[in-house]
């Protein structure tokens, strides 16, 4: 007990272990992965207080109070709904025992020390967490730029006359191919599996 105490009170409890994937089945955030729809655990950080778990859908983050507490708060953040920025990997020093890694994801932030012997380990995580908020970066851009280019069309078209008959045969055709080109668009640049990028990078 003096010993669980104690190490809250000096804030080692906050230090994570990365877990190897032999592991995965014996963490508690496993439970939480949606298995049935293809979800993989790519990465995961546990601490005596809490657990992160990266999965190739979205990051799993089981919140304890403390070492010492039983109670957790499960909280679930998508990669597709929720963007990743800002990520950093903070180094040790000399007199330090353990590393960092942040981000956001979405409005939240990240704050995760880690055991300074597994910085290799978590090198991974940092490039796939910066790949993952580049291609989230470059396809809202991409999107953005194919739905002006769709207004564009519409407005160029609206400016072409056409026979009354026809009116609304080609309104209908115009609509139909406009919102197929615009859902496939959607799809092609709203990624919600990232297991390319962590197959990429993750090296267990």
Known sequence: MFKKVTSDVLGLSDVGKIIHPSDYDKVDADDYVMHEDNE?????????????????????HLDGTSAMSKKRLLRRYSYSQNTITHVFLETAGTVDLDVEIKFVIGSVNFSIDVNKKQIEELKDLYKALIKISEICHENEFSLQFSEQSLNLASATLNRVHSKEENIVENFQEINERAFKWLQDNREKYHVKDFGFVFEKFINN
């Open 40 to 60: 993989k655990i790519y990465f995961l950080i546990k601490s005596k207080a809490d657990e992160y778990c990266f999965t190739n859908k979205a990051l799993i």
